[in-house]
């Protein structure tokens, strides 16, 4: 049987051990703390962390009752900046378990990213909770970050659509890129684009959404957020049905010279949104 915990990951055998013994430390409450603060800080340079972190006995179940503790904390809002920053070091091992193609699909179907939709259903502006969603929303976006169609089935099975539509209303401007590169990745996969194209509803929604993030960029510009809304719009703009509603409700911010300063070197992002135009302009000329 193939035992990941004979492996020597990279990172040498002295490092292995520290790890091994971190991971160990996790299943003891009194020790838990500090291990978590500092596995997640070694995370990046140590790349097998996550199928030890798996297949490692009481590890994942340390790391949900780190998330389920805090349930009691949301509401009413009384969460503490020790707290969050205590219960986001857990996330961000769960992020690397997300992120690691041995581990992804294990992590999935154990339905693990359903704990974290009380976090993303959050809406205190304070820094603790803030902190608490764009962590969370990490541990979404590491998962559609690789193109595969199971993440993308499974999430359209869950509830993370209007979790993601109001943090890009209501959240820090990182939370919105977020939450907007999420639903980007959702679109770009076929059967995420018909979820959404499905209704009326469905794609008003979406529009709706995007349109106000528009809005607020004519104050507040922001290049990386833009560039994700201008794709999302570029996607729906496949789909024939959304094509033609994109024409009446697509902001007129987007059809004139408001954003070339922002995208002035952008060449990427002033390509969709010149394929955008084109797409719903050249529409008009099919209407039967």
């Known amino acids: 049987m193939h035992n990941h915990l004979t492996e020597i990951p990279q990172g040498g055998q002295e490092d292995s051990e520290k790890i091994f013994l971190l991971v160990l430390e996790l299943t003891n409450p009194e020790q838990r703390e500090a291990a978590l603060l500092e596995l997640s800080k070694r995370r990046e340079s140590f790349v097998d962390l996550a199928p ?12 949900l009752q780190e998330i389920v503790a805090i349930y009691p904390l949301l509401s009413p809002p009384s969460l503490t900046a020790q707290a969050s920053n205590r219960v986001c ?87 919105k890129t977020v939450a907007t590169f999420i639903v980007q990745k959702i679109l770009l996969d076929e059967t995420g684009l018909a979820y959404i194209c499905a209704t009326a509803e469905r794609f008003y929604a979406v529009s709706t959404v995007l349109g106000n993030l528009v809005g607020t960029l004519v ?25 033609e509603a994109l024409r ?38 099919h209407v039967q």
């Open 248 to 285: 009446q409700c697509l902001p007129d911010v987007l059809r004139d010279a408001t954003f070339s300063t922002c995208l002035k070197d952008d060449v990427t992002t002033k390509r969709w949104l010149t394929q955008l135009l084109f797409n719903i302009t050249e529409s008009t000329q």
């Open 52 to 63: 030890i972190l798996w297949h490692s006995f009481g590890t994942i179940s340390a790391l």
């Open 219 to 243: 104050e507040q510009p922001s290049a990386r957020l833009l560039k994700h809304i201008v794709r999302c719009y570029l996607r729906l703009s496949d789909n024939p049905r959304a094509r």
């Open 89 to 175: 070091n857990a996330l961000a091992l769960l992020q690397c378990v997300a992120s690691h193609p041995e581990t992804r699909t294990l992590f999935l179907n154990a339905h693990i990213p359903l704990f974290l939709y009380p976090f993303l259903n959050t809406v205190s502006k304070t820094r603790p909770f803030e902190y608490l969603r764009l962590t969370s929303l990490g541990v979404i976006g590491a998962l559609v970050k690789v193109d595969d169609a199971d993440v993308i089935n499974f999430l359209l099975s869950t509830e993370i659509i209007p979790l993601c539509l109001r943090i890009m209303e209501t959240g820090s401007e990182l939370s």
